[in-house]
């Protein structure tokens, strides 16, 4: 169960973090991405968090990070969260993104893969 999974890796006293996880569909995100990284996990998260705030804006969502784990909402509810070799990404999509979810997962994926680079 994704959202299950990765609310466990947030500190147990971010309650509110976990939370806000376990309100994502643990069974299936509509958009799930993993994009595997040769940097430190510093590294990784300078790189994809300007990335990120640029993505969101352009589709109209906030955000809110907590250590690693950047929660998103808006007409879509997530997170990315940077590991040690990898970033991951789930997102649930509203109705209105549904009807626009491959243009939203190609440029998705086409900004991570260049800042990864």
Not at 18 to 24: K, N, S
Not at 46 to 67: C, D, M, V, Y
Not at 89 to 99: D, H, Q, S, T, V
Request: net charge positive.
């Amino acid at each position: 169960m994704p959202g299950l999974s990765v609310a466990r890796t947030v500190k147990k006293k971010d309650r509110k973090a976990q939370l806000f996880m376990l309100r994502l569909n643990p069974f299936m995100a509509d958009i799930q991405f993993k994009w595997k990284h040769p940097y430190t996990r510093a590294e990784a998260k300078r790189r994809i968090k300007p990335s990120i705030a640029e993505t969101a804006k352009s589709f109209g969502l906030k955000l809110q990070w907590n250590g690693d784990l950047c929660n998103f909402e808006g007409p879509a509810m997530g997170h990315v969260i940077v590991k040690d070799d990898a970033v991951e990404m789930e997102a649930n999509l509203g109705f209105a993104a549904r009807l626009i979810k491959s243009t939203i997962e190609r440029t998705i994926s086409e900004e991570i893969d260049r800042v990864l680079a």
